[in-house]
């Protein structure tokens, strides 16, 4: 990531020394920067659709959301008070995104928080195997092939019995 970092600010460098001269290389500076702003504010909004679906701010942090719209304040009036456009426009949006964000939290602070579990395989069931020692343990088992041949949770005549038979633990 370094080396990135490094390789992409030297492009920079580059890109703007060759391709402007004076105070057109300023302005062209200006609006790479103001590009590379606007993506740090845009970045949230995956995160806030998350919250919107989920109905669950689980994913976005409060601290987070008022620190970035705290920052986008200073920003902002740095660059007002020096008159500068490259500090001001992306700011604008920072507090925008930032307030969105705070307003998300505070409508769905309340919510249920929403645990993502990795889905297991539809092969692949979790049960609870009973042990004498240590009380009862969760497995992993696979359905077997049953004596027709096919895989399947049911028995010939679909009793539980027969379908914890068909069950090896994997």
């Known amino acids: 990531m370094f080396l990135v970092n490094v390789a992409l600010f030297g492009l920079i460098v580059i890109f703007t020394m060759l391709l402007a001269k004076g105070e057109k290389r300023v ?19 995956s995160i806030m659709k998350l919250v919107i679906q989920t109905k669950s701010v689980e994913f976005m942090p409060l601290p987070l ?15 007002f008070a ?14 925008l995104f930032g307030f969105a964000q705070i307003i998300l939290y505070m409508i769905y602070k309340g ?20 042990s004498e020692s240590e009380g009862e343990v969760v497995g992993k088992v696979k359905p077997e092939k049953n004596n027709h041949g096919g895989e399947g949770n049911k028995g010939r005549n679909g009793t539980q019995e027969e379908v914890e038979m068909s069950l090896s633990v994997v």
């Open 111 to 130: 919510e249920k928080k929403i645990i993502q579990e990795a889905k297991l395989a539809d092969h692949i069931v979790s049960v609870i195997i009973p």
């Open 27 to 45: 302005e062209l500076l200006g609006w790479i920067c103001v590009a590379f702003a606007v993506s740090v504010f845009v970045a949230p909004l």
């Open 82 to 95: 020096k008159k500068d456009k490259y500090v001001m426009l992306p700011n604008v949006l920072g507090i």
């Open 65 to 79: 959301s008022l620190f970035l719209t705290f920052t986008a304040i200073s920003w902002f009036s740095y660059g």
